[in-house]
């Protein structure tokens, strides 16, 4: 069975940092994609970034160059660095893995970024 918890949500000021974590429990970790996407209220999911098993890694155009995806197949981790955080960053992160044309979601963890 699948299980994903993210952490490291929280409220931090526009230009400030977060550091998202998402913990994998199963199998095939080392072997998926493994991303993250965010949702604001009235608006739909979008992709945040995603890292590949080997190390590739796409991010969307509103967060290119300021946040950064890593993993951890040791550790059965993967992270989100959010550098210069803005406004409209505020959304609640799920970590997301896709195996084999599947997809698992963790619950997601709330950012807002507020002065």
């Known amino acids: 069975q699948v299980r994903l918890v993210e952490s490291g949500g929280g409220l931090v000021q526009p230009g400030g940092s977060l550091r998202l974590s998402c913990a994998f429990s199963?199998?095939?970790?080392?072997?998926?994609?493994m991303g993250w996407y965010r949702q604001a209220p009235t608006k739909e999911r979008e992709l945040v970034a995603a890292?590949?098993?080997?190390?590739?890694?796409d991010y969307g155009d509103n967060v290119s160059g300021r946040f950064t995806i890593s993993r951890d197949n040791a550790q059965n981790t993967v992270d989100l660095q959010m550098n210069s955080l803005k406004p409209e960053d505020t959304a609640v992160y799920y970590c997301?893995?896709?195996?084999?044309?599947?997809?698992?979601w963790g619950q997601g963890t709330q950012v807002t970024v507020s002065s």
């Open positions: 890292i590949t098993a080997t190390g590739i890694t």
């Open positions: 199963g199998s095939f970790f080392s072997d998926s994609v």
């Open positions: 997301n893995c896709q195996y084999w044309g599947r997809n698992y």
